[in-house]
């Protein structure tokens, strides 16, 4: 069983990758960013968990967030189901690419054959298009291969893992309308809500806030981790090659903005777009000394990212604060 034409050509993020395969194959043709823009992506966490062996920097809103937002900007259908049974679990699979549909999931990247990095990761997305006797068929993102194959076995465990960020064998489908939404008022309004709960974060590790905390935290970094040659590495590698398209998203959000502009005529628009190119190399930069902080050991790199990211929570803010005036309605 094998559907056609499902692909979303040097996708970068694997939830974007997911969501432009099936609308493609819906006949709908839009770029990554704009996908990501529309979803209102952008985010941050400093996440420290009791249970983690070391911090983890996050650049954008939760699993599947993205999906069920974009899906309603563009007022698609989107059919989810979730469940514990491995067997029913199957069953919703088969049962949609048996209707010509292929289907997106979520589940933990270290199972699938294909990644090289065996890292436990609950919230990797993938688009399957057919499966035969003994693999699936997947769309995963231009770093992981593209058009890729996973065993049936591995593919059952990467859904079932339970940890942070997974799922109960989460599958969904989407179905496109006769007729689009005007595309220029769904990323205004986008614009305007990522903006407002970007500037407003529940808790101190979300948001500009938790920019503000990581600038905070980061200086401790190099007693914090048992093996900083590793660890931090690791950890700039996430930011810049994690599958966020670089500089923790903001690459991402910045290339929405250009485009956003080209369709939604806004002066407070075009000044966040300027204000996003300007914030993006500030956030490679700090993957940077965060790196050369863990291969030399040198806490003075530790202490510029720290004050880069000083920098960037107020940078960010008031270009939310910009782009929240953009007008809606």
Excluded at 1 to 29: D, K, W, Y
Excluded at 108 to 118: I, M, V
Excluded at 271 to 285: N, S
Aim: glycine share 10%.
């Amino acid at each position: 069983m094998i559907i056609e034409n499902v692909s979303f050509p040097s996708g970068q993020h694997c939830e974007t990758t997911a969501f432009g395969a099936l609308l493609r194959h819906e006949g709908v043709e839009m770029s990554e960013p704009m996908l990501f823009g529309l979803g209102e992506g952008l985010g941050f966490v400093y996440w420290d968990a009791r249970n983690m062996a070391f911090p983890f920097l996050g650049g954008r809103v939760k699993p599947f967030a993205l999906t069920r937002t974009a899906s309603d900007r563009l007022g698609l259908t989107l059919h989810v189901q979730e469940t514990a049974s491995p067997r029913k679990a199957w069953q919703h699979v088969t049962s949609a690419l048996a209707a010509g549909r292929p289907v997106g999931l979520q589940l933990d990247s270290y199972h699938l054959e294909y990644f090289t990095a065996k890292v436990h990761f609950g919230g990797r997305f993938v688009a399957m298009y057919g499966y035969d006797d003994t693999h699936a068929h997947l769309v995963d993102t231009a770093q992981q291969g593209g058009a890729v194959t996973t065993s049936l076995t591995s593919l059952g465990q990467a859904r079932s893992e339970r940890g942070p960020m997974t799922a109960r064998n989460l599958s969904y489908t989407l179905a496109c309308p006769a007729g689009l939404p005007d595309l220029g008022h769904a990323i205004r309004n986008a614009i305007a809500n990522n903006a407002h709960a970007f500037l407003n974060p529940p808790i101190t590790n979300l948001g500009h806030r938790g920019i503000g905390k990581a600038a905070r935290q980061v200086t401790l970094w190099l007693d914090r981790s048992e093996d900083p040659s590793r660890d931090l590495p690791l950890a700039a590698t996430l930011m810049e090659r994690g599958g966020t398209g670089g500089a923790l998203f903001r690459a991402l959000y910045r290339d929405f903005l250009a485009e956003a502009t080209a369709i939604a005529d806004d002066d407070n628009l075009a000044h966040g777009h300027r204000l996003y190119a300007e914030i993006a190399p500030l956030w490679t930069e700090v993957a940077h000394h965060i790196t050369v902080a863990g291969e030399t050991g040198d806490a003075d790199h530790l202490a510029r990212a720290s004050a880069i990211l000083t920098e960037l929570a107020d940078a960010e803010r008031h270009a939310m604060q910009v782009l929240s005036r953009v007008r809606t309605g």
